[in-house]
């Protein structure tokens, strides 16, 4: 081989989705190096010197971009309090709060990063090449593991990080919530955050940093406002969540006498750098501010269907709103998220006809990086980087394939994903994750859950929602 053909590959799939929503036949992609040469007729493929990867039977698409998650919080909670009878517009980690307060106490810290990195290897296993990782806890040892896994992310701490202070916990059958973290504690974590991204910005061309207050009711207001301060000046992104509960907007009203999104506006968050998520109680009188200011809206369609809820993504999205979709951890899964917001969006609209399967698939790529500022990503066109997935539509479950975008949205799900690619190089071939060793991540995390969900139980931390736990078995198995 060259030396020229060896950073040089040309994928010849089935069916190649292109920018217009439309899917190419008899279509090759050339990449090289960390980005996208050309998408060619096969035909015209044929004399180019590169590396062959052949996928028969698979639609390439651009890499999946999973626009709201707190990486290592989802395996925590997973299966541990689906069923629970939650009241009426609470959220569903208020029973599990103070589990992740235990999770991530300062003395579990090695163990939380065996389960971040099991989340970060379910992830990149279906299908996800981006990640905006709001994060619960240990910002830097997260980004060292993204690095090393190979995913793309944009990340920064959650201010404040105190789990306590921004989700509350359950009592007498409510929410309760206190501002236990100082003003001055929330002002300190957030001057750290210039020094971190100089040291972070741009490490393996894949990390990007990005503010992270919790919520408007959670974050001290002169806090509020030094976020905005620092994104205008840095340019930063700014992930927060909005209007997610009722309560939300009960408390934001007591103490501004404002909705949560002209508070956001009043301190100058309410811009397009803003990516907000949830959005689901956002009152009728904000919709237009919300599509006028240019934020995204971020539609996290499993998490809240577990509250017995439909956010009115399909609305937003109608009133002009840029609507992103994310899986706000438990689910890693981009792919079934895509059936949850497709489905659930027709339930929510009363209609068959909307979203269609093309729109959600958009969402999750051209429109999820459009909400990150970043036309490069998110689309298979020449110039572009190569952040690609390949999914295999010839499965019992998938097959017979007419239109390839149907297929993968409503019959596909993250672990017929083969191949995946991001900056150009292989993170999954032949349906693993090539770049962590599986084995030995399986192995640690489900040691690191099984101890800390042990110590949950022994110290009464599950009782709200565990009668008796009857699982806490752990054959963790990465092949998915
Ligand atoms: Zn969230």
Not at 73 to 93: K, Q
Not at 210 to 218: F, T
Not at 299 to 318: L, N, T
Not at 424 to 446: I, K, M, N, S, Y
Request: proline share 5%; with cysteine.
């Amino acid at each position: 081989m060259s030396d020229r053909s060896a950073t040089r590959v040309l994928l010849q799939p089935s069916w190649v989705l292109l920018p217009d929503g439309s899917v190419a036949r008899d279509t090759a992609v050339l990449v090289a190096g960390p980005r996208i040469e050309a998408v060619l007729p096969a035909a015209a493929a044929a004399g180019v010197d590169a590396e062959r990867v052949d996928l028969p039977g698979h639609l390439l698409i651009p890499g999946l971009v999973n626009l709201h998650t707190h990486v290592g919080a989802g395996p925590i909670g997973r299966a541990v309090s689906e069923d629970f009878p939650l009241p009426a517009g609470m959220p569903f980690y208020v029973p599990l709060s103070r589990l992740w307060q235990h999770a991530y106490d300062e003395s579990v810290v090695e163990r939380y990063r065996s389960i971040v990195e099991w989340d970060l290897l379910g992830m990149l296993r279906t299908g996800t090449t981006t990640v905006l990782n709001h994060a619960s806890t240990d910002t830097e040892g997260y980004l060292e593991l993204a690095v090393r896994s190979g995913v793309r992310t944009f990340a920064g701490p959650t201010v404040p990080m105190d789990v306590a202070h921004r989700l509350g916990r359950l009592e007498g059958g409510a929410t309760r919530r206190d501002d236990s973290t100082a003003s001055e504690v929330q002002a300190t974590q957030l001057a750290g955050f210039r020094e971190l991204a100089q040291r972070w910005e741009g490490r393996a061309d894949r990390i990007t940093l990005v503010l992270g207050p919790a919520a408007v009711h959670a974050v001290d207001y002169a806090v509020l406002e030094a976020v905005a301060e620092i994104s205008a000046e840095l340019g930063s992104r700014v992930t927060t969540h909005l209007c997610q509960a009722p309560g939300e907007l009960a408390e934001t009203d007591r103490r501004y006498g404002l909705t949560p999104l002209r508070v956001l506006e009043k301190v100058g968050l309410a811009n397009e750098r803003l990516v907000a998520a949830h959005g689901t109680y956002l009152p009728e009188q904000d919709l237009e501010l919300a599509a006028s200011s240019g934020i995204t809206v971020v539609h996290c369609a499993s998490r809240k269907a577990k509250e017995a809820v439909v956010s009115p993504s399909v609305a937003f999205r109608e009133a002009g709103i840029r609507v992103g979709l994310g899986t706000d951890g438990f689910s890693c899964d981009m792919v079934e998220e895509l059936k949850f917001a497709a489905v659930l969006g027709k339930i929510g609209t009363g209609r068959t006809d909307t979203p269609t399967a093309a729109d959600v698939l958009r969402t999750a790529t051209a429109t999820n990086a459009d909400a990150l500022g970043r036309d490069d990503l998110g689309r298979i066109r020449a110039g572009a980087l190569a952040d690609l997935v390949a999914v295999d539509l010839r499965g019992p479950a998938v097959a017979p394939v007419l239109d390839p975008v149907q297929s993968l949205v409503y019959y596909g799900n993250g672990r017929d994903v083969s191949f995946s690619m991001v900056h150009g190089e292989p993170v999954v071939r032949d349906g693993r994750v090539r770049t962590l060793d599986q084995d030995r991540v399986a192995t640690a995390a489900a040691d690191a859950l099984g101890s800390i969900w042990t110590e949950a139980i022994e110290r009464g931390l599950l009782d709200d929602v565990l009668q008796a736990p009857s699982g806490l078995a752990l054959p963790m198995e990465p092949r998915a």
